[in-house]
């Protein structure tokens, strides 16, 4: 079984997909639009949000397990992946 597939049937990560929407921000520059996925975990009402940054070879979903425990203590989280790149200068 390879890790993909795990993920697809560990019930902590299907809530977690299930209840905490991606959303996918556009930024555009000169000759190209790159998008950003963003996981922004309730509540909206706390203005300082934890921000997790994903590393160079990681999704935004993988702080998914403490994204879900720190919105349990009413911990509002934001989970940032930044757009892929292919060269240097990008």
Not at 37 to 47: E, G
Not at 73 to 90: A, L, Q
């Amino acid at each position: 079984m390879n890790y993909s597939s795990e993920l697809l049937t560990d019930e902590e990560y299907l809530s977690f997909w299930s209840t905490v929407p991606l959303r996918k921000i556009a930024v555009e520059a000169a000759d190209t639009t790159k998008f950003w996925k963003v996981y922004d975990a309730v509540p909206k009402s706390v203005k300082s949000p934890l921000v997790f940054l994903v590393p160079v070879s990681g999704t935004a979903d993988v702080f998914y397990k403490q994204i879900r425990n720190l919105i349990a203590h009413g911990i509002r989280v934001i989970s940032v992946e930044g757009p892929v790149h292919w060269k240097v200068e990008d």
